[in-house]
């Protein structure tokens, strides 16, 4: 079963902009007022970006890259709300959307399930996430993480392959992520599945989730958005935590995500643990700070497990470059950074990473 696995996917604001049919552009920050800004910072360290675009656009080298590798499931965090709805919420420093009509880019790169526990999917309010999920649906993209009750939000998307199985997508998001805990959903509230903290009582809830769905030949994918923006150091706690999610709820994928850059990956007993995927697209081009961290690349993961018990087989890695607002095939120079950066988090994780001759990087573990 080959799994592609991306980081965040943040269809929002400049990016919004240059597809056909955009928002408003007004926005509520304390230095940018207007969308376009952003279109005109990309612009600044790119050159001219030609719009309006079509909807496949922003996929770029990846859609061609991802048609040949062939995944069953195609798994992302969607760090943006789908809506033209104006009511944003208070107090929030960024406010991400994009339009319903503009969502078809979700469609042109054939997503599966799109994690939305994460710290911009209420944006725009209760009524932005309900539209966002209205048109993941009409769009027959599955979609786990939120929901109109708190037994929504814990539900999983889930991806039948037939006689092979199914994948099983969970999605939870942390305040340490800066996932607002006023969005967890409730009884009488839609929201998101919080994950308030990294106990053992939330592993314990999140396995009777997974096991009241499970089936034989299931594959189980936790999306967790956690953590800071940046830095590459991972918390002890959260080692502890992804160990247990596999060790006692059955889990078999950690897809973690809220880093602007990749982090290091570790595999315990045979399931891969992604701290941390970095960026999928965002609008960030031409921003400046933080330029150590080259947020600018990413990686595009696919993941092959077996089944029945899953584990891990391969982990290949596509090295990616956001240019122009839309994503692009890493050079050679910049894989060789990735690999570095990989290999050198890994270290203490027990990982490393290889570079081919192809431009892929494969992870190799002991």
Not at 31 to 46: C, G, K, M, Q
Not at 105 to 131: E, F, I, K, P, S
Not at 214 to 235: C, E, K, M, Q
Request: one cysteine or more; hydrophobic letters at 40%.
């Amino acid at each position: 079963m080959l799994l592609f696995l991306g980081g965040d996917l943040m269809t929002g604001r400049g990016i919004d902009q240059v597809l056909p049919a955009p928002c408003d552009p007004t926005l509520h920050e304390d230095f940018v007022r207007d969308a376009r800004v952003y279109v005109e910072l990309a612009e600044r360290a790119s050159g001219p970006i030609a719009r309006p675009r079509p909807p496949a656009d922003p996929w770029g080298d990846l859609a061609g890259e991802l048609d040949q590798a062939g995944p069953d499931a195609r798994i992302v965090n969607l760090e943006t709300s789908i809506t033209r709805n104006d009511d944003f919420w208070p107090g929030k420093a960024v406010h991400y959307r994009m339009s319903p009509e503009n969502a078809a880019c979700l469609t042109a790169g054939r997503l599966d399930v799109c994690a939305l526990a994460n710290n911009h999917v209420l944006d725009w309010g209760r009524a932005g996430l309900d539209d966002t999920i209205a048109t993941l649906d009409r769009l027959a993209i599955g979609h786990a993480g939120a929901g109109r009750d708190h037994t929504a939000a814990d539900a999983p998307a889930i991806v039948d392959l037939g006689a092979r199985g199914r994948v099983l997508v969970f999605a939870v998001g942390s305040p340490t992520a800066g996932v607002p805990p006023a969005w967890a959903a409730d009884d009488h509230h839609s929201g998101v599945a919080l994950l308030p903290d990294l106990t053992m009582d939330r592993v314990r809830a999140l396995g009777r989730h997974i096991a009241a769905v499970r089936r034989a030949r299931d594959v189980v994918v936790l999306s967790i958005h956690w953590g800071p923006n940046w830095g590459y150091d991972i918390d002890a706690a959260e080692r502890r935590f992804a160990a247990a999610l596999i060790d006692e709820a059955g889990v078999d994928v950690v897809h973690g995500h809220s880093s602007h850059h990749v982090k290091g990956i570790e595999v315990h007993r045979g399931r891969p643990i992604l701290y941390g995927c970095g960026e999928l697209l965002d609008d960030y081009e031409g921003i400046r700070g933080y330029e150590e961290y080259r947020a600018d690349l990413g990686l595009a993961y696919l993941v092959t497990m077996t089944a029945a018990p899953a584990h891990l087989e391969r982990l290949t890695m596509i090295p990616i470059r956001i240019r122009s607002l839309r994503i692009t095939r890493a050079g050679r120079t910049a894989a060789r950074w990735l690999r570095d950066v990989l290999s050198r988090e890994g270290r203490p994780l027990g990982t490393r990473a290889e570079l081919g001759p192809d431009g892929r990087l494969e992870l190799r573990w002991t």
